[in-house]
Every structure is written in structure tokens, then in C-alpha cells.
């Protein structure tokens, strides 16, 4: 009797001890990000021996590297900006509630066993898309995260081991033992096999390239996120799903924030190479119409990612899944789309629900399910709303008569569902993300 492993996250990912950050701030001390117009410079490569400096990333085409050196002004020019490099947390910390181990179930309305309790492929129309012949075959998705399990039976046949990469230097398996893998639950919403075992994902035939940006914590430094955001571009992914971001200030002393200005360039880069980011707004319910943006989701050409959910979808699942999130970052100038990101409504322990033969108590049910380390995990958060759309625009590339981020963007929010107030609304944007099936 094979069993499986899933516990509840109040949040998004395990807390981390404030020690590691301050370990991760002091390595990067030194280092810099060297950000250019154009390509990095022919003198580039001089300066660095002349500095007798360690480059720790460098893509010249893209005119971006990150540096580690005692001599930052040697590399600004006419175009190029050098700013230090730092690091924050770009994913909540929470806690973790373990749920019970059960065995496999017998067969319930579908084989991948814990599909029934996917109420946001539901919200997104997958399943119709499904129907219709459209799973997602071949599209290259690049999933920005922390670590992956990346021997779990439903992610390992469509994620290509060759492209992923490891930024962070911790390597790109997840670390924690019986930890929360934020980046395993993002890439299994989004690909998760279509296998007989398990959960499936919006686009379960879709390519994953994982990408480890952050540390297993959550997280990580400005270089090394923008740098998975170039990479992912050199590497032809059609979408970067980016389930992660960091407050900054629109002005800072001297005027506008230049942080925001390299978010834009490497955004900008990975667009005209053809690849879209979708990323998430953020869960402390701030306007960012006010004097604080979020990035990556509000840089230019960036598919702002905000969360609905159902209420009390166990006692009544044929009612509405679109309900804004209590906790999602809301603005005109940020929001684009909103996805499934589940809600915790009323956190009770002590209500319990049954779905099919599934028994936690009853606010679970309203949370994202997908896969974490070792197992499958039930989760919330503009984190989990934007594999949904990532998956979503993947059905619709998959269909073949949509090849531009342009395009797909015009896709994406001619096809959602409206809500909220009619056209451009501060909490869902264009509308709910849909196949349009």
C-alpha cells in the first residue's frame, strides 16, 4: 500500500532563521550588479583582470553581470549602471501544519487520484481545454523558485534536466528535509503529469525548465533573481512564472530607484527574445498605485499576477470560485490578471470537512493542492495564482496561433472572465485567467 505525504501551509513557505539571511547579506557584501544599455562593454573583461575581481554571473548579450569587487566605479560607464547587489526575502515566511498520512485511494472521477480536489484547474477552465486536445505539448516554461523535488513522480517526465540551472549556489534540489517546497508546488501546478499517480497540472504536457533563484528559505539576492531572468530567455522559454517578490520604493534619495530601472531592462530583454514573465503582486493587501512598487510583477512588460479563491468550497462546491483573496496586493497600475491562489477564510482546526476520502478541517479545502517535496501539499498565496495563468498561457502558445508575448498577453485577457468592476479593475485586472474553452 503506497502513501502519500501532505501537510498545510499557512502561507507560502517555511520561515528561515534570521542567522541565514544575515550569512547571505555578508556574502554579498561585495558584490555588484553591472547592468548596461546594450551589450557589456569590449573594456568588460579587461577590467575585471586589471581588478583581479570574481564574476559571479555575466551575460554579455544582455549587457548584465553581477560582480564581486572592491572597485565598482571601474565598471560604470555611458549606460551602464552598477548598483550593490543585496538580499531579501522574496517569499513570506510562515508556518507549516503537517496533515494526516493516508494510503492511496481506490479510483475516484479521475486516475491522478487527487485531481478532485484541483477546484482551480476548475476556475480556469483546464479541463475543457483538455477536451478540446489542448494540454500544453512542448511548451517551454521556466519556473523561477526556490528548490524541486526533482525525482517527484509527477514533475520528473516534463521537466528537462539539461536547461535547469542553479543560481543560488546551494544546489538545485530542495534542502529541507520534510520541508514546504514553494518550488516544487509552483512547477506541479503548472506541468504536473497527466500520469495515473497523484495531482495534475494546468498544462500537463508543457516543459519545465526549474530554475532555483532563491534559497529553500525563500530568500535570495537581486542578482541572482535577475540573472534566472535572462537565463531563462537565453534558453527559448516561452514563459517564466515568477511566484516570488520584494517591495521596493518608486523614489529613492536623488530621485527614481534604480533597482526598478534593471528590473525593467532585464524584463524588457527577456520580451524581445519572446519569452513572457508572468509574476505575482505580493499578499500584504497593499495598493501599489501608491509610492510603493512590487517586482518582478510591476517591471515593464511583466503579467501582474493577483489571487481569488472560493469560500467554504467543501460544503458548497458549485459555488463561486472567483472571490478576491483577502490578502492579495491590489492596484490599477499593477494588477493584469487574477488566478486561483486560495484563501484561508475561517482557520479553524477544529471544523472538520470530507471531500470524496479526503478528511482535514474545512478551510483546507480552500487552499492551492499540488506537489511539494516527497508528496503534495495544500497552500495559498499570489504564489499559487500565478503557475494557474502560467499554465493557462501555455495552453493557449500550445494552440500554435499565438507566438508573440504580445500576442499572448491580448490572449490571455481578451479570454478571462470579467470581474469586479466592468473592464480594468484594481483587485482582478482584465478578469479571472481562462483557457477560453
Known amino acids: 500500500m503506497k502513501m502519500w505525504k501532505a501537510m498545510v501551509a499557512i502561507g507560502a513557505v517555511v520561515g528561515c532563521a534570521d542567522e541565514a539571511v544575515d550569512t547571505a547579506e555578508q556574502a554579498v557584501a561585495s558584490r555588484y550588479v553591472v547592468s548596461c544599455q546594450a551589450a557589456l562593454p569590449a573594456s568588460f573583461a579587461s577590467k575585471v583582470a586589471q581588478n583581479g575581481d570574481v564574476i559571479r554571473h555575466q551575460f554579455s548579450n544582455a549587457g548584465f553581470a553581477v560582480v564581486s569587487t572592491a572597485k565598482p566605479n571601474s565598471y560604470s560607464s555611458a549606460g551602464c549602471w552598477v548598483v550593490p547587489d543585496s538580499v531579501r526575502q522574496w517569499i513570506a515566511p510562515v508556518e507549516t ?3 494526516p498520512t493516508v494510503a492511496n485511494p481506490p479510483f475516484v472521477a479521475d486516475d491522478d487520484f487527487l485531481f478532485f480536489l484541483q477546484w482551480g484547474h476548475d476556475a480556469v477552465d483546464a479541463p475543457e481545454a483538455w477536451a478540446a486536445g489542448q494540454r500544453g505539448h512542448g511548451v517551454r516554461v521556466a519556473v523561477l523558485d526556490t528548490g524541486y523535488d526533482l525525482s517527484h513522480p509527477d514533475l520528473a517526465s516534463n521537466i528537462n534536466y539539461a536547461l535547469s540551472r542553479d543560481f543560488t549556489g546551494q544546489g538545485l534540489a530542495f534542502t529541507i ?10 512547477a506541479g501546478t503548472i506541468a504536473a503529469a497527466d500520469n495515473g499517480f497523484g495531482t495534475i497540472g494546468v498544462a500537463p504536457e508543457a516543459e519545465l525548465v526549474l530554475i532555483k533563484v532563491l534559497y529553500d528559505e525563500g530568500y535570495g539576492s537581486f542578482g541572482d533573481v535577475l540573472a534566472g531572468m535572462i537565463y531563462a530567455a537565453d534558453v527559448d522559454a516561452k514563459i517564466e512564472s515568477m511566484s516570488l517578490g520584494g517591495m521596493f520604493p518608486k523614489q529613492v534619495a536623488g530621485g527614481a530607484n534604480r533597482d526598478i530601472a534593471i528590473f525593467d531592462r532585464v524584463a524588457m530583454y527577456a520580451r524581445q527574445r519572446g519569452t513572457t514573465i508572468i509574476a505575482a503582486v ?3 493587501d497593499t495598493n501599489l498605485d501608491g509610492t510603493w512598487t512590487n517586482l518582478p510583477s510591476d517591471a515593464a512588460g511583466v503579467i501582474g499576477i493577483a489571487a481569488t479563491a472560493p469560500h467554504d468550497w467543501a460544503t458548497n462546491p458549485a459555488g463561486s470560485l472567483d472571490y478576491r483573496a483577502s490578502y492579495s496586493n491590489f492596484g490599477h497600475s499593477a494588477v493584469d ?15 472538520y470537512c470530507t471531500v470524496g476520502w479526503v478528511t482535514v478541517p474545512c478551510f483546507v479545502f480552500d487552499l492551492v493542492l499540488s506537489t511539494t517535496n516527497g508528496g503534495w ?15 493557462v498561457a501555455a495552453l493557449i502558445l500550445g494552440e500554435g496561433n499565438v507566438t508573440t508575448p504580445a500576442q499572448l498577453e491580448a490572449a490571455l485577457r481578451a479570454r478571462s472572465t470579467d470581474l469586479g468592476q466592468p473592464g480594468n479593475d484594481p483587485f482582478y485586472g482584465a478578469g479571472r485567467a481562462s483557457s477560453g474553452y
Open 97 to 99: 501544519v503537517a496533515a
Open 177 to 186: 528535509p520534510d520541508g514546504f517546497s514553494h518550488g516544487t508546488h509552483t
Open 282 to 284: 505580493g499578499n500584504s
Open 337 to 351: 490578471l487574477a488566478g486561483p491562489g486560495g484563501d484561508f477564510g475561517d482557520v479553524n482546526f477544529d471544523r
Open 377 to 391: 501539499a495544500w497552500a495559498a498565496g499570489t504564489s499559487m495564482a500565478t503557475p494557474h495563468v502560467a499554465g
